[in-house]
């Protein structure tokens, strides 16, 4: 690993903001997808699994299929066990919410984005005040998504 000397009056504040503020929007919009798709998911096998369990052994329209070959009482033990899993995965970690905090803070971050770029780049107290408001924001955004998991 190379190690370069920065003079720190050569740092420009507002590209720092900038690339921050970027930083966040990517890596919010990232999370939200995956835990979006994590959320869908997980909610889509437990409902289609727990529809089987529930006609297998209710004996709704599916009492015919679930005494035919493929689907014995050990599937259907295993699609209600699986089910019971998930729904103890789901309420555990809870992906609808954690998905849903991340894109509600993408929102925030782009916001910010569109904040920054009205402030003159020269105008050094109003960057410190940005970033200041920004450092208040990325403490929110951990919180709201590290207290779901």
């Known amino acids: 690993m190379r190690c370069a000397w920065v003079n720190l009056k050569e740092i420009d504040p507002y590209k720092v903001l900038e690339d921050r503020v970027e930083e966040y929007i990517q890596y919010s919009r990232k999370q939200a997808i995956v835990w979006a798709w994590i959320y869908r998911i997980t909610r889509g096998l437990i409902i289609i699994l727990s529809t089987l369990v529930a006609a297998a052994i209710g004996g709704g329209k599916l009492q015919t299929v679930a005494d035919s070959h493929w689907i014995s009482n050990g599937v259907v033990a295993s699609a209600a066990l699986v089910a019971a899993i998930l729904t103890s ?10 998905y849903q905090a991340h894109y509600r803070y993408n929102t925030y971050y782009i916001f910010q984005e569109a904040k920054l770029a009205l402030i003159p780049t020269t105008d050094r107290d109003a ?4 970033a200041e408001q920004l450092d208040n924001l990325d403490k929110q955004y951990l919180e709201a998504t590290r207290e779901k998991k």
């Open 89 to 98: 995965l789901e309420s555990w970690l809870k992906p609808g919410e954690i």
């Open 127 to 130: 960057l410190a005040h940005f």
